[in-house]
């Protein structure tokens, strides 16, 4: 994480051309480097083969990175015969929620384990969804700011024919 500081985090806000990103990665890649040697002797610098910037996540990555989680805890629950799904609202949520300018998406892990995996594995295990079910992850309203995860039965439609 050394000289992370470079990175520039301003065109979040706001249009840059590509040229301007190009410009800005390659003046952000000088700085860093510049950050190594002072920080490194060069007999240790000599040995590393690359060095990997990042791009810092931007908002709009992260519910295809909700996906990928949800497809873990899916994968997990199939195991026991059982089936999730969330809603648009709770996938846009996790996607706000789990997000941090500075730390990317790997507060998205901790969000899910708090707010649907632990609460979950609690209803699971007092009988409240059993083998067969598919439970909806929702989102609802507590007042105007606070939000709270909700998990119910998926509703199962069957038609008779007479």
């Known amino acids: ?41 060069p007999e240790f610098l ?20 909700v996906d990928l ?6 994968e997990r629950l199939a195991e026991h015969d059982l089936d999730v ?7 846009q949520w996790f996607a706000d929620e789990g997000y941090n300018p500075d730390f990317g998406a790997r507060p998205l892990r901790r969000v899910l384990q708090a707010k649907i995996e632990g609460p979950l594995a609690k209803k ?13 992850i929702d989102i609802e ?3 105007e700011k606070k939000k709270e995860v909700v998990f119910r039965k998926s509703a199962i439609l069957t038609t008779v024919d007479s």
């Not at 700085?31 to 002797?41: G, P, Q, V, Y």
């Not at 989680?69 to 899916?74: A, L, S, Y």
């Not at 799904?85 to 996938?91: D, I, K, Q, S």
């Open 1 to 41: 994480n050394l000289g992370t500081e470079y990175i520039d985090k301003s065109k979040r806000f706001g249009f840059i051309t590509p040229q301007e990103a190009d410009d800005k990665t390659r003046e952000a890649k000088e700085k860093i480097e510049d950050s190594l040697k002072s920080a490194f002797r």
């Open 46 to 65: 000599n040995r590393i083969d690359e060095v990997v910037i990042f791009s810092p996540l931007t908002h709009e990555q992260m519910l295809p990175i």
């Open 69 to 74: 989680q949800m497809t873990e805890i899916k």
């Open 85 to 91: 799904e969330l809603t648009p609202e709770a996938r």
């Open 124 to 136: 699971i295990l007092s009988g409240e969804f059993k083998r067969g079910d598919t439970i909806i």
């Open 141 to 143: 309203a507590v007042d």
